[in-house]
């Protein structure tokens, strides 16, 4: 319809006719097929809207995905429209213009030109491709610094091959946890891929490994230890021993409160304790989590690296 428009308004503006009955060049031509494409519209058109749209293809997915608890079509329209509306979902868009809709029934892909369904009771989440996305950014003393993100390509298919299959994209960990929070059951990963690790997660390994380097704790009453209290999974595996020296630190304008000797029992796994030593830094200045102090997460004292200890392996 647009083209025709163009060719109208081409055939007031040129002195040249457009619109011949015999065309002879290609305007001409392009004149006449932008009339026949534009008819072939208005009868598509109004041949789904004498059929009450009952041939669309929207319709048509929506008639496969229906149920018989469901009702007719519309009322499962209905149903679709009514939780997009709702606040609480999870809602992506792309940079293709592409939007992702996860409602608590249904996933949602909408693009320019198409709209794919699925019920997530039918639907198998599958992680197909990771890839890192680097960009460049401005910092803060006008140098440019690379950040990079982990674009993750997931594809939905239907258990019981009622919708087609296809893919979203997630940029980040972070949208793939709110998405499984979503959807409420498990993700699968291809057993080829290897997803990346979250920064909290990266830091808690590095956290173990300055552990390793600090002395042993030698703790006599081993035969009480219980699971850690973060986790249920592993027993007790650390204890906060004052080890480091006392020296005035300040960051951000800020003294810290000296480390002191915490006299909890072994009650968290190194893991763990690693999880909330990071959850107490600055998350806005990774690169000085390891140099910082946390409170214990019994008795609030301070503690750094240093004066986390492994138990003794001795008994």
């Given amino acids: 319809m647009k083209f025709l428009v163009c060719f109208v308004g081409l055939e007031l503006c040129v002195p040249q006719p457009v619109f011949t009955p015999l065309p002879?060049?290609?305007?001409?031509?392009?004149?006449?097929?932008?009339?026949?494409f534009s008819a072939a519209t208005a009868c598509f058109c109004s041949i789904l809207y004498l059929n009450d749209w009952e041939r669309h293809y929207m319709i048509r997915r929506l008639r496969l995905l229906n149920n018989p608890q469901d009702g007719p079509w519309r009322e499962l329209a209905i149903q679709i429209n009514i939780e997009v509306r709702r606040p609480m979902?999870?809602?992506?868009?792309?940079?293709?213009?592409?939007?992702?809709?996860?409602?608590?029934?249904?996933?949602?892909?909408?693009?320019?030109?198409?709209?794919?369904?699925?019920?997530?009771?039918?639907?198998q989440l599958v992680i197909v491709r990771s890839s890192p996305l680097h960009q460049s950014v401005p910092s803060h003393d006008g140098l440019v610094s690379t950040s990079a993100e982990h674009l993750i390509d997931l594809r939905v298919c239907s258990r019981s091959g009622c919708f087609e299959t296809f893919h979203i994209r997630i940029r980040n960990q972070q949208e793939l946890n709110n998405l499984k929070d979503q959807i409420g059951r498990?993700?699968?990963?291809?057993?080829?891929?290897?997803?990346?690790?979250?920064?909290?997660e990266?830091?808690?390994?590095?956290?173990?490994?300055?552990?390793?380097?600090?002395?042993?704790?030698?703790?006599?009453?081993?035969?009480?230890?219980?699971?850690?209290?973060?986790c249920s999974q592993l027993p007790a595996q650390v204890k906060l021993v004052k080890k480091c020296i006392d020296s005035p630190d300040i960051q951000d304008g800020a003294?810290?409160?000296?480390?002191?000797?915490?006299?909890?029992?072994?009650?968290?796994?190194?893991?763990?304790?690693?999880?909330?030593?990071?959850?107490?830094?600055?998350?806005?200045?990774?690169?000085?989590?390891?140099?910082?102090?946390a409170p214990c997460p019994t008795c609030r004292l301070p503690f750094c690296v240093l004066d986390v200890c492994f138990l003794s392996e001795k008994d």
């Fill in 186 to 200: 498990p993700i699968e990963v291809l057993d080829s891929l290897a997803l990346p690790q979250p920064l909290h």
């Fill in 255 to 293: 003294s810290y409160e000296k480390c002191r000797n915490c006299q909890c029992r072994p009650m968290w796994c190194a893991r763990c304790m690693g999880r909330i030593f990071a959850s107490k830094q600055n998350q806005n200045l990774p690169e000085i989590w390891m140099a910082g102090r």
């Fill in 24 to 36: 002879h060049n290609l305007i001409q031509i392009m004149a006449y097929l932008s009339i026949a």
């Fill in 89 to 123: 979902l999870f809602s992506m868009i792309n940079k293709d213009c592409s939007r992702t809709i996860i409602t608590d029934e249904w996933i949602l892909k909408i693009t320019n030109y198409n709209v794919n369904f699925a019920r997530i009771s039918d639907s």
């Fill in 202 to 230: 990266r830091f808690v390994d590095a956290f173990i490994k300055e552990l390793e380097r600090n002395p042993r704790y030698d703790y006599k009453q081993k035969e009480d230890l219980e699971p850690c209290l973060g």
